[in-house]
């Protein structure tokens, strides 16, 4: 009596729901762009919430019980497991939905195309570089926008750091033997 009391209640239509629900989000996220999810601005965190609240009644509709929340997560949770492990059993599938690496900067030049298409702007570079210690874009040897939203910086001081200890290594090295 209780399983079919679970599902004469509307839990399946509320699983149902919230599968599409993230579904939907995943692809408009994809198709709409993702930039630093990393590090949300203001205007990102508040969309952010104002898209969970309305997604919400999509999800449970009239029922607000404990038991029709736990289905909607417990369904948001499985679908998450299950689509992760899709992306991994199918690397092209990941490159779709995910897209791939964006080079921003190569050798102290920016890429106009890549910035253009990741739609970021000067300050958005130039932030990520300051963060990474950087305060010109001349000075970077390679600037990436990562899958995951945040930027990778590698600096021409970067690179003579990398020197000067290899050299003091090998310095070391002949020195004891």
Do not use: C, W
């Amino acid at each position: 009596m209780g399983i079919m009391n679970f599902f004469s209640n509307g839990y399946v239509q509320i699983a149902f729901s919230s599968v599409v629900v993230y579904l939907f989000i995943v692809i408009a996220v994809r198709v709409f762009g993702k930039k630093e999810f990393s590090q949300l601005s203001v205007v990102d965190l508040v969309f952010i919430l104002l898209i969970s609240n309305a997604v919400q009644n999509a999800m449970v509709g009239p029922n607000t019980t404990l038991a029709g929340g736990l289905v909607a997560a417990g369904a948001l949770f499985v679908t998450n497991f299950v689509f992760k492990q899709v992306l991994y059993r199918f690397p092209r599938i990941g490159r779709l939905l995910q897209g791939e690496a964006l080079m921003l900067i190569y050798e102290g030049r920016l890429n106009k195309r890549n910035v253009t298409r990741a739609r970021l702007t000067m300050d958005e570079i130039m932030e990520a570089l300051r963060e990474h210690g950087v305060s010109r874009v001349e000075d970077v040897n390679l600037a990436v926008l990562e899958i995951d939203g945040n930027i990778s910086v590698l600096s021409d001081d970067y690179k003579t750091r990398t020197r000067r200890q290899r050299k003091s290594r090998q310095s070391l090295s002949q020195n004891q033997g």
